[in-house]
């Protein structure tokens, strides 16, 4: 799928409902989820740490860092390994934080990442998710634990996250140094986005690949904005942004650079026809602010 974030008009999409393992593309939520909590909360993400909990140590897959239970690392650092990354231990150490505070603010027990995921799909709900379904924080297929969503889903989704300036700062990073305190002291790692299109126009968001999944990828393309001159003088500022969702794709980064122009171009098109929208649902993808 592809649609202008700022307008909700779809320009290309093919498939976009259908339903599909998303991989770690599920972090966007995770991340957008702790960047609204800590918002709420009044959290310094920069300054706040999380404790890498016991359950990192059966965690399948990308653990980067090397992360063992019990090491501390800011909460900024974990997002940005998690995100920039794809560092699935760094995910769940940030859902098994956050899922704490959610069980002590209702004043329950519990697993704290289940408390996570469940606010995850809270949020999914809020933003008209409706073919999505998430089970854990960081998209791994394990047992009897697949999340699913939609290319249509999942752009809403990095609508919503493009419009949060700390999810912004993280994603369109290319490179991060973080740190992580053990036994042994501090140590330093440098994180590569994983997402090797960022650059000055394409200001984020996350890749994602997983067997079941595919290669998936969403990107967000800024543009500059459209000035146009208004009836009374006064001049009108229209914002352009991208949003492109690849699901499933051998070809991801290549099939993405194919599709920003072709995009644009069809975006360009409608403006100069007058912005006309004959069927609102079927052409606009409308995202709301569940805060």
Not at 102 to 108: I, S
Not at 231 to 248: E, H, Q, Y
């Amino acid at each position: 799928m592809v649609v202008e974030a700022h307008s909700g008009k779809v320009l290309i999409a093919t498939n976009s409902t259908v339903k599909r393992p998303v991989a770690s593309l599920t972090k966007v939520a995770t991340a957008v989820l702790v960047v609204d909590w800590a918002e709420a909360a009044g959290v310094d993400v920069a300054t706040r740490e999380v404790v890498v909990p016991a359950s990192v140590a059966q965690l399948p897959g990308a653990n980067p860092m090397k992360l063992v239970p019990g090491e501390r690392m800011s909460m900024l650092d974990a997002l940005s390994s998690a995100v920039m990354g794809s560092d699935n231990a760094a995910a769940l150490t940030l859902a098994d934080h956050v899922g704490r505070e959610f069980l002590a603010r209702k004043g329950r027990s519990g697993d704290p990442v289940q408390a996570f995921v469940v606010e995850m799909n809270h949020l999914a709900e809020a933003l008209e998710m409706g073919k999505t379904k998430f089970t854990n924080p960081h998209g791994l297929e394990l047992p009897s634990s697949v999340g699913l969503s939609t290319a249509a889903d999942i752009a809403k989704l990095s609508i919503y996250a493009m419009r949060r300036p700390g999810f912004t700062f993280i994603s369109r990073q290319k490179v991060r140094e973080v740190t992580v305190n053990g036994a042994e002291g501090a140590r330093t790692f440098k994180v590569n986005n994983t997402n090797e299109l960022v650059s000055e126009t394409i200001i984020g968001l996350k890749t994602g690949t997983t067997r079941a999944a595919g290669e998936c990828l969403s990107v967000a393309v800024e543009r500059a904005p459209l000035i146009r001159p208004k009836a009374d003088g006064s001049k009108g500022v229209t914002p352009r942004r991208l949003i492109v969702v690849l699901l499933n794709s051998p070809d991801r980064f290549g099939r993405a650079k194919a599709l920003i122009p072709r995009g644009w171009a069809i975006y360009d098109e409608w403006v100069r026809g007058g912005a006309v929208v004959e069927n609102r649902k079927r052409e606009i993808l409308s995202v709301p602010d569940p805060r």
